[in-house]
């Protein structure tokens, strides 16, 4: 049951920093629901309360008062010990570009179903891959690290 | 596209100089990673979901951080480059002389090496000689020896050391001392001595000192080793000091017991036996096919005195082949090098010495132990017999001699004339004030003036003790004549 709410989940979150914040929002309101409580509910933006309203009914209610807590924690576990993807750029991607990387992934891939974006600028442009312990450097600056010899020479005709 | 692939590892979790990493696929023990920042970590162990690294530069570590494998394994670059200069255990040079030059030719060579079997190695056959009297007719040391330097603080250890060191020019041995946790000043002035007396020609200093990463002060005496093997392979004599094994051991307790390893007797990890005895055997005298070099290994510990039946220096003294013991109150009443003969022990360098310094030294030993047991009598008795009187003279003439002040040197033959000199007729009615005053003009003669120096160059030819006392006795007129 654990692996079809997960599945559920990762239909549209490609992340792991957006999984874990999904995961969070969605605890806590679940909480409330089964709980209730005085206090007053976290403020969600837009895109938090439209995802949460995505999910079926039938997802809800596989939680209940005595499984809920157990859920979470089984999840959360299994989350830590997930192959994650690493994708380094230098640029900030937004949500669209994120949904179409893990869309792409999803295709293409079996065994990746989460990634994380890392931004470091001095790749230039490109993409640098990490996963299970593998960095695979696609980035200009790693194309002109190689060719570098090659480009002093250039350089070099220009010079008077 | 072309792409570059590399291994990486992400920080799980860290803790002083000590980190854990995830990833690193196909990483071994020893090899290196490296962060962004340039701070460098060697694999000490791994486990089947982390690597543990230690890491070998001072910089802030943070969980998530990415660690990419070098290329190159934990290991120095070794060649003749190295004689004259001071590095670190990694061979960065720490003497302020500049960088090496990259296009001299080195051989980079592993820390951590299996020590030679007994394939490899030969009986220990040649003297180890210091030029110390004490040393080279008392308590004389084999080429390939691993003889512990034991005592007490300000006994006059290091000087002992560096006299070794320096009485090693023009013998071709290479001189290696790794300082290990050692204050930066002590460091300094070593180099300096060194320097000033021209022995850093023939040496190398591997420091890391108290102020520098744990695990980069525990490779110190890895280095040293791995450096002596380059020159033993090619055939040369190679003394090897490690300043101190004490201090090695409290960096290896703080390493282990910060990687959560059990503590044993005095909180030390339980294979800190392993580590020394695997360090120590790396000594040896070897086989003309494995290099035929030696590798003299003078380990050292400080402790107190008062109990030196502590774990580590009964470890040490049960790895090595024999020790020497410094005492401070020795050292205090003038003895120079302040070494306790009767605590002293040398099992291998026996074996090394000529017929006649052997014959020599057993017959001063017996003296030794002879007058000791006298001296306890003859606080009871105010009248002695002239046999008792004698030998307990002998004993004082024997102190005088041994007394060698620093950066000063004997050599053997002329060790084993002083010492067999006592025996002579000469000396029957000298006192040690004579031997004060003349020891210096003695040995001077007996190195240039012409009848004298036909005994020096015969010693060497003499089976027995009585043959070179029989020499003295001739040249007693010439003797006299020259310390009147």
């Given at each position: 049951m654990n692996d079809e709410i997960l599945n559920t989940i990762t239909k549209d979150t490609f992340t792991l920093t957006l999984l874990k914040h999904r995961l969070r929002i969605l605890k806590s309101n679940l909480l409330k629901k089964i709980f209730g409580s005085e206090a007053p509910a976290e403020q969600l933006s837009v895109q938090e309360a439209n995802w949460l309203s995505s999910l079926p009914a039938s997802f809800y209610q596989k939680f209940n008062k005595d499984n809920v807590y157990q859920i979470f924690d089984a999840i959360e576990t299994k989350i830590n010990s997930m192959p994650v993807l690493l994708i380094y750029i230098a640029f900030e991607a937004d949500d669209q570009t994120i949904y179409q990387i893990g869309m792409n992934l999803k295709k293409s891939f079996t065994s990746i179903t989460l990634f994380d974006i890392k931004v470091n600028p001095a790749l230039i442009a490109g993409c640098a891959l990490s996963f299970g312990g593998i960095y695979r450097d696609y980035s200009l600056k790693a194309k002109i690290e190689d060719k570098k010899s090659e480009i002093l020479e250039s350089f070099k005709k220009f010079l008077r | 596209m072309k792409q570059t692939q590399q291994e990486v590892g992400y920080v799980i979790s860290s803790k002083g100089f000590l980190i854990y990493l995830d990833g690193l696929p196909t990483v071994k023990v020893n090899d290196l990673v490296e962060n962004e920042s340039g701070g460098r970590g060697w694999v000490n162990s791994l486990s089947s979901d982390k690597v543990e690294v230690l890491m070998l530069d001072d910089v802030k570590v943070t969980p998530g951080q990415l660690f990419k494998r070098l290329p190159e394994r934990l290991g120095i670059a070794a060649g003749d480059h190295l004689l004259g200069r001071a590095i670190n255990?990694?061979?960065?040079?720490?003497?302020?002389?500049?960088l090496f030059s990259r296009t001299k030719k080195a051989t980079v060579l592993e820390l951590e090496q299996e020590a030679p079997g007994i394939g490899a190695r030969q009986f220990i056959t040649e003297q180890f000689t210091t030029n110390i009297t004490i040393i080279d007719s008392l308590i004389p040391i084999g080429k390939g020896q691993r003889e512990l330097i034991v005592g007490d603080a300000h006994a006059g250890k290091t000087a002992f050391l560096i006299d070794t060191i320096v009485n090693?020019?023009?013998?071709g041995t290479i001189c290696i001392y790794a300082s290990v946790g050692k204050p930066v000043a002590s460091v300094r002035d070593l180099i300096d001595v060194l320097r000033a007396n021209k022995a850093l020609a023939h040496s190398i200093i591997i420091a890391a000192s108290s102020n520098e990463p744990a695990p980069l002060i525990f490779l110190t005496p890895k280095t040293a080793f791995t450096l002596a093997e380059y020159f033993q392979k090619q055939g040369l004599d190679v003394l090897v000091i490690l300043d101190d094994l004490g201090n090695h051991a409290k960096i290896y307790r703080e390493i282990s017991l910060l990687g959560d390893k059990s503590p044993g007797r005095e909180s030390y990890p339980g294979d800190i036996f392993y580590q020394h005895a695997h360090l120590v055997e790396r000594a040896g005298k070897f086989k003309k096919e494995y290099g035929g070099g030696s590798i003299t290994a003078l380990p050292v510990i400080e402790l107190n005195l008062t109990d030196f039946t502590t774990f580590i220096p009964t470890n040490l003294m049960a790895m090595t082949d024999g020790h020497l013991l410094f005492r401070s109150s020795l050292h205090n009443i003038g003895q120079r090098p302040a070494i306790d003969i009767s605590l002293s022990v040398s099992r291998v360098g026996r074996q090394t010495q000529n017929k006649l310094s052997s014959l020599l030294s057993s017959r001063i030993r017996g003296l030794l132990s002879q007058a000791e047991e006298l001296e306890t009598i003859s606080r009871f008795s105010s009248e002695l017999p002239f046999e008792t009187q004698l030998i307990l003279k002998r004993k004082e003439l024997i102190e005088e001699i041994i007394k060698q002040p620093s950066l000063t040197y004997v050599v053997k033959e002329i060790q084993s004339i002083l010492l067999a000199l006592i025996f002579t007729g000469f000396m029957a009615d000298k006192e040690r004030h004579f031997l004060e005053k003349y020891k210096g003009v003695l040995i001077e003669a007996f190195l240039k003036e012409p009848s004298l120096l036909k005994i020096t160059q015969s010693v060497s030819k003499l089976e027995s003790v009585e043959e070179l006392i029989k020499l003295l006795e001739g040249a007693r007129p010439v003797l006299t004549k020259i310390c009147q």
């Open positions: - | 255990p990694l061979g960065v040079p720490i003497d302020g002389r500049g090693q020019k023009n013998t």
